[in-house]
């Protein structure tokens, strides 16, 4: 018996060790879902993930995908006033030939800002049960996932349709304004407008009835809502609001000076910036990352030489010589040509490196949307004058005061942005808003490298296919739904 | 077995005494070999269950009733022997060992069984040729040993690991790995742990019914491994030493020299200006002869004009001489040593058994700066406390050091890529242009990064991988330790209560370092990557059996419960900004380059059982159940069933088939079951998540990652076997399987809406099934006197189909493969190469046109996919190993081989192209030409679409591997035994001889799924080896 007892005590202590919760697990690294919006902490936790997302490199191997800023890169390659000479990461960008539904530059800005849509969304739906502090830091919080999801929108429909005008009534991108699992249709493009413009001015609102001070160069405070509102204005031709959402944008900013400007965009404390991107060496994307492709003086893949990226020549020689900008450039002979590197971006300079904070608004661009919204109003050429005077003063040495008007100043204010906003994603953007063609002849380009000198207005290179993957997984769309 | 000699003894007696008329007869048992005495051996009554063993000194006694005239000896590792009594109160017995059974007893989940009474499907690898291949990783040495195993190569790399398949492809997205299992538990640990001589059986389980009892990890196969025990009255010192070299395994391919490559890309460049510019043929030549250098980054490595390397007839100038003659490869790699020895004691006395052993490895690799060094201590002890108590402990401990520079995958830095792809044109040293060799200010060789006296080369701009290798470092340290620690109880006669607890500890750090000077880490001034991990799982089960046989009825039945714990950290920093030479510390630098933690914990608690049954060794019947419940999967999901029946028949015990004496053994068998596959890819397989760590600067952020899917379950497999076993004239064995194993509820991840924030979310919605066969043989040849030959074959083949899709996705394109129904997952599906245009040289590709009819295209963006009809899954594979004896001499090779199946060979492709800077295979010599029009290789003229994917590209996997040799000598006995040695033994062991495949530099095994990369070539290595033993 004595036995017995032995095997009972020996299978009563070691069967029944295991308690109810022993099969009870969960990730340390990851956060179950219903617990990041039971604190506004955690609602201001997943804006600031999407801060983080629009800069992360999703997959190590590709080093062209980290964020926005490749977006930028791509809007500037398919342009005329960068040039490649080396096939590399961004070379189906230059050859505009990177559109294609299965491609994967169609699928990625798709998936980003999706999410950050998804994102938003979330918290938009438990905006009635967040408990905020305060209504201010609701203003903040709700007022940014709002802003978020307009500028979300707006570079969707702007890569997946051309522009505004004249495309209202021609698919658009679907548009969620809650979570969801199921996909909708594509919609109009005017349907898109309609709720980018919505969010914006909801969010102005709520936003300039709750005033509170920026946290940090990377939140969406008022003034850049209404820079967003700017752009969005200009793009649907909106002159009037363009020019006094620009106006107030950029409301208690200085115009950066020369030096400012020479300061090499790489620490956003080192001149006026409204709204970027700060970044350290930890949280850095290294060899994938806007620096290392276009930034000439750290040794990147532009730096190393393995994909220089050029100022054209063309442009170059557009800008007077007394000119900032032109004399951060500086001629390079490669053995074939000659070319001229643009310093603009010099994270060598300041020691950042591949760590370079991002601009993605700067006055300029403000003044700049100002300008071309007065002059197309008509009448009051003398104000975008004045304007485009206020930039020379800071940017040339001795600036000639501007005195074209109608046309030309419009062209000479077009002509300022692809100065002033080079490298920063502008380019492409404008050749598909202002439907012009695209003229890579009489510069530095080749045509083995770039493929398309010429390309005309609005042709369909321009626009991105909706990526495969929606389209077979989407209920709501099929191939008829497909761009062409 | 005590127990079973009273119950025998005392069924004897009271046979005895109800009949009344017994004889007792007497002897002794000795083996044939070496005459030695042999205990244990089971000498039973034929006809009757009665029977007793051999006592320590080799003698028996029995009573033997009347009627009966027949005693059967039976031993494991035996021939077994009928002897008639005709009379005789005193029979001595020779037993002659038995080549074909030597693994009589096997081991399968929970236990071990007889190998004629298990009806399930497993296949024991031969220990003593497992042993014979070298190498610090169990996985990489069962190529070719055992039927239904498929292993890729693996890394040259000492200690890595390779990939093991078992019986086909389990599953698309989820595991496809075995479970390993170590003396009785699941081993999650490092398997470079065990060293090969530790190793006492390894049992690879195949089918429902040896693997069931595993339930929802078992569904990939289980290889079941155990460690080495002390044996009763067998004491033993052995000492054994392995000391060798290693070499390169696998050939480089085979590519053009310095000067075709200058004539070729001079070609290049002269059709380039034909085609492209518009030169007549004289003007482009001229042209070319004056552009090669420079469109080469103007490296000359003549000593004539850049102009007047190659002339304008494009041949190379006769008077031309080369100014360096550097070989990357050379430089980058050596000739490793490779040393292995281990000292073991084993034995037991009285009521206890120990092994102890002790082993050093050093393995150089054949990259410098890599190698493993590995320490392993074990002590495996147990003992019989009480005569109803018995307990035990099992442990080991190691700790190694691996240096492991990057050598797979397009990184500079890897050596092998880097090799096999730079022109020949390019030095490793720094020249100036008249070839002198440039030297630091302390007299080192200075490398060439690319970039001096005006060049600029056209591969790997300012990277030198070998300054980088040397200054670089990948090192991981790794301690294992591993105990076991058992309780075992015997009641009621014929209960058995086994408590087993189990700890495996591994503790790993890891370094990356980039310096500061040369390659990546340049722009960080050096950056350091420490990583720390630890994983330990706590493991028990309580095993209840119960055996019993009641007249002609064997029963023996089997109760558990399990419980399995892991738990798994993981810490990392890194730093950059290294201001001192040979610092590897954080604390030598300032910036703060990432750091980050988490924990991972896993855990399972299980139900099992199983009973076996026998009737008079005749039929055999094994049921076994398992549920399974698993923290991976939601509360409400959870707990699962797995469970197998299997049957067989031994018709060779059947009076029947008593005439037949040259069939010694035919046996019949089948099994059913399910199991499961619960890796899945993650540990939380249903929770609704958001990551962490997406921080904004200072600011902690989060983003949705995961949809919950509170639903989703393991995968499942049900599996079929049917087989057959037979014995013919004592000298050929033959096991045939054939199988079915279905895979359903698989792993999809079921594509959502991507504008909806979500790419997919993961459910069971697929199906697939391997059928196939497996065979071994074993054949004694030749058995003469002092000579022997045997030969054992293994031979599997199977088949694999997906046969459900996920709705609405009736296919999914993975890389060069089409997922579909009624396709196997490895079937390629890829453009379709029609050759070369005998016109213009062009390389041309099939396309659809409007109209669906099939065309030809120049141009390779319209060139659409098809279905090849070849898959990367050999027809055929198997191995074949010759045993020699001849006297004192042995010698075996093991030969490994495949039939059928393609290679997408992408390292071939890479060296067809016609890039400047990269290197050429010589099959560019083949090349169109305006002379050469019939060929399949396109004209040279910088189309950088040429050799685009296709199945141009597609070899055949079919090869024959020398994989290992054995040439051994045993010293005799009568040299050694005054040196009180029992035996002793030299022998040369070489391990990847030689391997014949469709192109020189193919590993057709270096991956499942037929692709190709430029990684670590498996090591050829040449030792020899003695051992000793006392």
């Known amino acids: 018996m004595k036995r017995i007892s032995i095997i009972i005590a020996l299978v009563a202590g070691l069967c029944f060790s295991c308690s109810d919760d022993f099969l009870d697990t969960k990730p340390t690294n990851q956060i179950d879902a219903e617990e990041v919006y039971k604190t506004a902490t955690g609602a201001q936790a997943v804006l600031d993930g999407i801060s983080r997302k629009l800069r992360v490199q999703p997959i190590t191997s590709r080093d062209d995908w980290f964020g926005i800023k490749s977006f930028d890169i791509m809007w500037d390659l398919m342009g005329e006033d960068i040039v490649c000479t080396q096939q590399g990461w961004f070379s189906y960008d230059y050859q505009l030939d990177y559109r294609m539904a299965y491609w994967s530059r169609c699928s990625y800005p798709w998936t980003l800002y999706y999410q950050v849509i998804n994102n938003v969304n979330n918290i938009l739906a438990h905006a009635e049960t967040i408990p905020f502090e305060s209504d201010t830091q609701r203003a903040a919080i709700l007022g940014q996932a709002l802003t978020y999801r307009a500028w979300a929108y707006f570079n969707l429909v702007n890569i997946y349709q051309f522009t505004y005008i004249g495309h209202e009534s021609d698919p658009g991108v679907p548009v969620y304004t809650e979570p969801t699992t199921t996909g909708k249709g594509r919609g109009t493009v005017q349907n898109v407008y309609d709720r980018i413009t919505a969010d914006l001015s909801e969010a102005i609102g709520i936003m300039t009835a709750n005033p509170s001070p920026r946290r940090h160069i990377s939140d969406i405070d008022l003034s850049v809502a209404h820079g967003i509102y700017a752009r969005v204005a200009l793009q649907m031709g909106n002159w009037a609001k363009a020019e006094t959402e620009a106006a107030t944008a950029r409301q208690g900013y200085a115009l950066n000076t020369r030096n400012d400007f020479a300061s090499g965009f790489s620490v956003y404390s080192r001149s006026v910036w409204m709204w970027g991107m700060e970044i350290n060496n930890e949280q850095s994307t290294g060899y994938g990352s806007f620096p290392s492709h276009m930034d000439m003086t750290i040794n990147g893949y532009a730096g190393s030489w393995s994909m220089p990226k050029y100022i054209s020549v063309s442009l170059y020689n557009m800008m007077a010589t007394d000119d900032i900008r032109r004399q951060l450039c500086e001629a390079y002979d490669d053995g074939t040509a000659i070319h001229y590197i643009n310093y603009k971006f010099n994270a060598a300079h300041s020691g950042k490196g591949f760590a370079a904070d991002q601009v993605l608004m700067r006055p300029e661009e403000m003044l700049l949307i100002q300008a071309e919204a007065i002059a197309r109003q008509g009448g009051r050429d003398s104000e975008a004058q004045t304007l485009l005077d206020n930039l020379h003063a800071v940017r040339q040495e001795s600036p000639v005061p501007v005195t074209v008007t109608g046309t030309a100043l419009l062209d000479a204010i077009l002509l300022e942005r692809r100065f002033e906003l080079w490298g920063e994603g502008f380019r492409g953007r404008d050749i598909k808003r202002l439907k012009i063609e695209l003229d890579r002849t009489g510069s530095d380009h080749d045509q083995a490298q770039c493929l398309y000198m010429t390309v005309p207005p609005e042709s369909v290179l321009w626009n991105y296919q909706i990526p495969q993957s929606e389209i077979d997984a989407n209920p709501n769309m099929d191939e008829s739904d497909q761009n062409d | ?1030």
């Open chain 2, 1 to 1030: 077995m005590k127990k079973i000699l009273i119950l025998f003894v005392l069924v004897a007696l009271s046979i005895h005494l109800t009949q009344g008329q017994s004889v007792r007869v007497t002897g002794k048992v000795t083996s044939k070999d070496d005459g030695s005495v042999l205990p244990g051996v089971t000498i039973s009554i034929k006809g009757t269950a009665l029977g007793v063993m051999s006592e320590s000194d080799g003698s028996y006694a029995l009573d033997v009733p009347a009627g009966s005239n027949t005693l059967v000896f039976s031993f494991v590792g035996f021939k077994t022997q009928e002897v008639a009594i005709d009379g005789r109160k005193v029979i001595d017995v020779v037993l002659e060992t038995d080549v074909l059974l030597i693994d009589e007893v096997m081991v399968v989940a929970y236990g071990t069984t007889r190998k004629d009474a298990f009806t399930g499907s497993a296949s024991s690898v031969k220990i003593d040729k497992l042993s014979e291949i070298q190498t610090s990783n169990v996985t990489k040495a069962l190529d070719g040993l055992s039927s239904g195993i498929q292993v890729t190569s693996g890394s040259g790399q000492p200690g890595t690991t390779t990939a093991v398949r078992i019986r086909g492809i389990g599953s698309i997205y989820a595991s496809t790995s075995p479970l390993y299992v170590v003396d009785g538990f699941p081993f999650d640990g490092d398997l470079n742990s065990i060293p090969q001589n530790d190793i006492a059986s390894l049992t690879v389980l195949k089918d429902a019914s040896a693997t069931a009892l595993y339930g929802s990890r078992a569904a990939n196969g289980v290889i079941v491994i155990t460690t080495k025990k002390g044996k009763q009255n067998e004491n033993r010192l052995s000492f054994n030493a392995i000391v060798g070299f290693n070499v390169r395994g696998i050939p480089e391919y085979e590519r053009v020299n310095v000067p075709q490559y200058y004539e070729l890309q001079w070609e290049n460049l002269r059709n380039l200006f034909t085609e492209y510019y518009g030169m007549n043929n004289a003007d482009a030549a001229e042209s070319s002869s004056y552009y090669l250098i420079s469109q080469l980054g103007n490296y000359n490595a003549y000593n004539v004009p850049d102009a007047e390397v190659v002339r304008t007839d494009g041949k190379i100038n006769p008077d031309a001489k080369l100014l360096w003659t550097d070989n990357w490869f050379n430089e980058m790699h050596r000739m490793g040593i490779r040393r292995d020895y281990t000292l073991s004691a084993s034995g037991g006395k009285d009521k206890s058994t120990y092994f102890i052993s002790g082993n050093y490895l050093k393995d150089e690799g054949i990259v410098k700066a890599s190698d493993y060094t590995r320490f392993t201590l074990r002590l495996n002890a147990d003992t019989q406390a009480k005569e109803w108590l018995k307990l035990g402990i099992n442990s080991s401990v190691s700790t190694s050091d691996q240096n492991y520079p990057v050598s797979a995958g397009t990184a500079y830095v890897n050596s092998f890529m880097w090799s096999r792809i730079i022109a020949p044109i390019y030095p490793v040293y720094l020249y100036d242009l008249n070839g002198v060799l440039q030297r630091d200010d302390n007299g080192n060789k200075m490398y060439d990064y690319g970039n001096e006296f005006g060049r600029s080369r056209s591969f790997g701009a300012l990277v030198n991988p070998l300054g980088t290798i040397m200054l670089d470092k990948n090192l991981f340290k790794k301690d294992n330790i591993q105990s076991k620690g058992f309780v075992e109880i015997s009641f009621l006669k014929d209960f058995r209560l086994t408590v087993n607890l189990n700890a495996d500890y591994e503790g790993n750090t890891n370094l990356e370092y980039l310096n500061p000077e040369f390659g990546d880490g340049e722009i960080y001034k050096g950056y350091c990557r420490r990583t720390s991990s630890r994983r330990i799982t706590i493991s028990a089960n309580e095993l209840l059996t119960w055996n019993k046989t009641i007249k002609s009825h064997s029963f023996d039945f089997l109760a558990g419960h399990e419980s399995y714990d892991l738990k798994y950290n993981y810490l990392s920093a890194a730093r950059s900004g290294f201001p001192f030479p040979g610092q590897y510390e954080l604390d030598a630098a300032a910036v703060i380059e990432g750091a980050s933690s988490f924990e991972d914990n896993f855990t399972m608690e299980s139900y099992f059982s199983r009973l076996n049954y026998n009737y008079n060794d005749r039929y055999y019947l094994s049921l076994s159940a398992r549920t399974d419940g698993s923290s991976r999967f939601s509360k409400e999901s959870r707990w699962g069933r797995f469970w197998s029946a299997g049957a067989s028949w031994r018709v060779s015990q059947e009076p029947f088939m008593s005439g037949l004496t040259w069939l010694n053994d035919l046996k019949l068998k089948a099994s059913y079951g399910s199991q499961g596959n619960d890796n899945l890819g993650t540990y939380y397989a249903y929770l609704g998540l958001y990551d962490l760590g997406y921080n904004n600067m200072n600011y902690p952020g989060v983003f949705a990652s995961r949809l919950p899917t509170p639903d989703l379950l393991w995968e499942k497999n049900v599996t079929l076997n049917a087989g057959v076993e037979f014995t013919l004239l004592d000298r050929l064995t033959v096991n045939f399987e054939v199988y079915n194993r279905r895979s359903v509820d698989l792993l999809f991840p079921v594509p959502l809406s991507p504008s909806t924030g979500y790419n997919s979310y993961d459910a069971n919605v697929g199906a697939m099934k391997n059928t196939g066969f497996d065979l071994d043989a074993s054949f004694v040849i030749l058995n003469k006197g002092q000579f022997k030959w045997t030969t054992d074959l293994n031979l599997s083949h199977y088949k694999n189909e997906i046969t459900k899709m996920p709705k609405d996705q009736d296919q999914i394109i993975n890389g060069s493969k089409k997922w579909m129904v009624g396709h196997s997952v490895y079937d390629y599906y890829i453009q379709k190469y029609a050759g070369v245009d005998p016109e213009n040289g062009k390389a041309i590709w099939y396309t659809t046109d409007t109209d669906g009819s099939i065309t030809t295209t120049e141009n390779y963006s319209y060139a659409d996919r098809f279905y090849t009809g070849s898959s990367s899954i050999p027809d055929l594979q198997g191995g074949l190993t010759n045993s020699f004896r001849f006297g004192d001499f042995d010698f075996s090779f093991l030969i490994t081989f495949g039939l059928g199946g393609r290679m997408l060979d992408g390292s071939y492709q890479e060296l067809m192209g016609s890039t400047p800077g990269y290197a050429m295979h010589k099959d560019m010599l083949k090349r169109w030409t305006p002379t050469n029009t019939h060929t399949d290789v396109p004209i040279l003229d910088y189309d950088v679409n040429s050799n685009e994917t296709s199945d141009r590209w597609l070899t055949s996997m079919s090869f024959l591997n020398m994989r290992s040799l054995n040439i051994g000598y045993n010293f005799p006995n009568k040299w050694i035994s005054a040196l009180h040695v029992s035996d002793a033994r030299l022998s040369l062991l070489v391990t990847n001889l030689h391997l014949f495949s469709a192109r020189k530099g193919l590993d057709p095994q270096q991956s499942f799924n037929g692709t190709t990369d430029d990684s670590y070539s498996p090591l050829r290595t040449t030792s020899v080896n003695f051992s000793m033993n006392f």
